[in-house]
């Protein structure tokens, strides 16, 4: 793997990153919005997921909140809530305002409190006042309005917003992964359409983002490239000792970001109310079974040692476990994270070409050793790559 190979792939992995950091500042579309009964608010932000559009005039003398709340791609069968929460940046607790369009063909639009997880949005009544609440569904457009007198004071508020289906004719669960989870933020009712709210949701996504191209780079891409070199650069003498040096920094590299990815979604974790144990133990599987091969490193024997081949094969075994393991949980984290599709054949497209490469060089390998075998069975002890099947057993290092 020369250095002009290995280079595209990072090429296309920083464009992939300098995307996700991007992605979240895009244009306010909702400025350019005008509703059909001539309703005109001086404010807007487009909310980061769900399709989501909040239209609000403040007057911060009286504290009293217009609001238009705008869904689109909404239908007949959604319900869409959008709700200021008090308490922090989660769904319990949530004061929401919820409109569906109910069996008598008109869209009900009503006030919950959401007192527990779990509940489908019972009606009552909010923490604060909310009078004037009305709604419609237009195509495929649902936009719930109200007037909120909010406590004295208030500048910055907890939004949450959610879009989740009907169920028997009234609201049902929503999605727990992806953007549903993802649908919160504060919100400073003060500042205009040119400053993005929904800022702790959105800058959250950046930290989700952030965590999935550290460990898709890292521990997804970086350490199976570094075991290709390792495995099919040895079978060339000329690249001994360089395939070594070569393994050791690119798994050294994948190390250290695979690390500081870990510790992003540790952080992550922690300030998450879902809990995704399955990648979280993969995770930590992954931080203590990279950590042992590099202390492995420092316990190599020599390569003449007896007992360096139990080494060789402890070291292999732990790779090979590292490797199948990362490759699994970049497909949790995407899961988790529920990018647009592209991101996940973006990856697919990566482990393909590593596992085609493999393929390929496994092939061309056991070519140029048999070749060699053949030229040199009159000579004894020539060492080549493949015999014991590891990457240490002809190296001069
Ligand atoms: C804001 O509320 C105060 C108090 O109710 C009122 O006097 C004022 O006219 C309102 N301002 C606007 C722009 O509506
Ligand atoms: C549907 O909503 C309308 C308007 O809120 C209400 O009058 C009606 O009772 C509701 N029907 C059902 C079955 O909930
Ligand atoms: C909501 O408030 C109204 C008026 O204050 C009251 O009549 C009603 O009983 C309350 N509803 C609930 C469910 O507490
Ligand atoms: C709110 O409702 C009241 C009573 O129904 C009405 O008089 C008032 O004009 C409404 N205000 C707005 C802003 O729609």
């Known amino acids: 793997m020369d250095g002009a190979r290995a280079g595209s792939p990072r090429l296309a992995l920083l464009s992939l990153a300098l995307f ?3 992605a979240p500042c895009r244009a306010q579309s909702c400025s350019s919005y005008a509703f059909s009964d001539s309703r005109a608010y001086s404010s807007c932000v487009d909310l980061s997921v769900l399709n989501s559009y909040l239209h609000w005039t403040y007057n911060q003398t009286s504290s009293v909140a217009d609001i238009a709340f705008r869904v689109t791609g909404a239908t007949e069968s959604d319900w869409v ?4 929460n008090p308490s922090g ?3 319990v607790g949530s004061q929401a305002l919820v409109a569906y ?3 008598s063909a008109s869209l009900r639009v009503y006030t919950s409190s959401v007192d527990s997880e779990g509940t489908t949005l019972p009606e009552g009544n909010l923490s604060f006042g909310v009078s004037n609440i009305s709604g419609k569904l237009e195509g495929s457009e ?3 309005f109200a007037r909120l007198q909010l406590s004295s004071g208030t500048t ?5 917003w959610q879009v989740g289906p009907l169920q028997s004719g009234s609201p049902g669960s929503h999605a727990l992964s992806g953007a549903n989870v993802q649908s919160m933020g504060t919100l400073d009712l003060l500042s205009g359409t040119t400053v993005a709210s929904g800022g702790s949701a959105s800058s959250r996504q950046r930290r989700r983002n952030v965590h999935g191209v550290l460990n898709a780079v890292s521990w997804g891409t970086l350490m199976p490239m570094g075991a290709l070199i390792a495995r099919y650069l040895k079978v060339f003498q000329s690249a001994d000792p360089a395939w070594f040096y070569l393994h050791i920094s690119c798994q050294a590299s994948a190390y250290a970001v695979g690390v500081a990815g870990w510790a992003t979604g540790l952080k992550l974790g922690s300030d998450s109310s879902v809990d995704h144990k399955v990648h979280g133990n993969i995770g930590l599987a992954l931080f203590v079974l990279g950590t042992l091969q590099g202390f492995a490193l420092l316990l190599r024997p020599k390569k003449d040692h007896k007992y360096r081949p139990y080494w060789n094969m402890y070291h292999l075994a732990v790779g090979y476990t590292v490797i ?3 490759i699994i949980n970049v497909f949790k984290g995407l899961d988790i994270l529920d990018p647009e599709q592209k991101w996940r054949t973006a990856y697919i497209a990566i482990v393909a070409t590593l596992g085609a490469s493999a393929a390929v060089l496994e092939a061309a390998t056991w070519y140029i050793v048999i070749k060699r075998k053949k030229t040199a069975s009159s000579a004894p002890k020539i060492s080549h790559g493949m015999n014991g099947d590891d990457g240490y057993s002809n190296g001069r290092v």
Do not use: D, G
């Open 20 to 22: 996700l950091f991007l």
């Open 89 to 91: 940046l989660s769904m």
């Open 142 to 144: 649902m936009t719930i």
């Open 101 to 103: 369009q109910n069996s």
């Open 156 to 160: 910055t508020v907890n939004q949450v």
């Open 324 to 326: 199948t393991l990362s």
């Open 81 to 84: 809530s959008w709700a200021i």
